[in-house]
T-cell receptor, first 114, second 115 residues
Framework: DAGVTQSPTHLIKTRGQQVTLRCSPI?????VSWYQQVLGQGPQFIFQ???????GRGNFPDRFSARQFPNYSSELNVNALLLGDSALYLC?????????????FGPGTRLTVT | AQKVTQAQTEISVVEKEDVTLDCVYE???????LFWYKQPPSGELVFLIR??????QNEISGRYSWNFQKSTSSFNFTITASQVVDSAVYFC????????????FGTGTSLTVIP
């Protein structure tokens, strides 16, 4: 069975630009979460979506937005990119949105902002 | 406040040695879950184990074992007879019933196993 997939793998953008990252969850998983991992740190929670609804939001500015589609795939959008947005963006899926379910992570999208 | 603390930033051991990775957590919830993930150089986080707050039984899976102690808010991970393939960054994470599937990760411990 396919795991969580993310695209693109790598991305280089310029300050001020906008970026869209994509994620496809494991088949049958209805919850998708997004995390930002800065080099040398643990992943930081950005958003969780379940059944197309936002179920949680981390401490990130409004420049960050996301959505989930009827097929449970998801997009993360970041506007007005800053140098500090350079990071590995991880998508994770789980069966449901409950805290008891482990999350399965994709390989990530490495974003570099210059 | 940091909900998950992994005080060991980097650890190096010689192959076949045992190593314990420490994890201390903080929560006010009575229902919570603890996780360990492995992140090899490829970058993809690999799920290792989940424990719930009501089950303090230690768990062993092959060379891996986990010690959960609510009295000290710790969930430590031991690798027995370490191997080079164990070299990775290991993350401890916490989820709370009131915040659903939002994970709080520690800063990770980078383990290097020297052949």
């Amino acid at each position: 069975d396919a795991g969580v997939t993310q695209s693109p793998t790598h991305l280089i953008k310029t300050r001020g630009q906008q970026v869209t990252l994509r994620c496809s969850p494991i088949s049958g998983h209805k919850s998708v979460s997004w995390y930002q991992q800065v080099l040398g740190q643990g992943p930081q929670f950005i958003f969780q979506y379940y059944e197309k609804e936002e179920r949680g939001r981390g401490n990130f500015p409004d420049r960050f937005s996301a959505r989930q589609f009827p097929n449970y795939s998801s997009e993360l959008n970041v506007n007005a990119l800053l140098l500090g947005d350079s990071a590995l963006y991880l998508c994770a899926s789980s069966l449901f949105s409950d805290s008891s379910y482990e999350q399965y992570f994709g390989p990530g999208t490495r974003l570099t902002v210059t | 406040a940091q909900k998950v603390t992994q005080a060991q930033t980097e650890i190096s051991v010689v192959e076949k040695e045992d190593v314990t990775l420490d994890c201390v957590y903080e929560t006010r919830d009575t229902t919570y879950y603890l996780f360990w993930y492995k992140q090899p150089p490829s970058g993809e986080l690999v799920f290792l184990i989940r424990r719930n707050s009501f089950d303090e039984q230690n768990e062993i899976s092959g060379r891996y074992s986990w010690n959960f102690q609510k009295s000290t808010s710790s969930f430590n991970f031991t690798i027995t007879a370490s191997q080079v393939v164990d070299s990775a960054v290991y993350f401890c994470a916490l989820s709370e019933a009131r915040t659903g599937n939002q994970f709080y990760f520690g800063t990770g411990t980078s383990l290097t196993v020297i052949p």
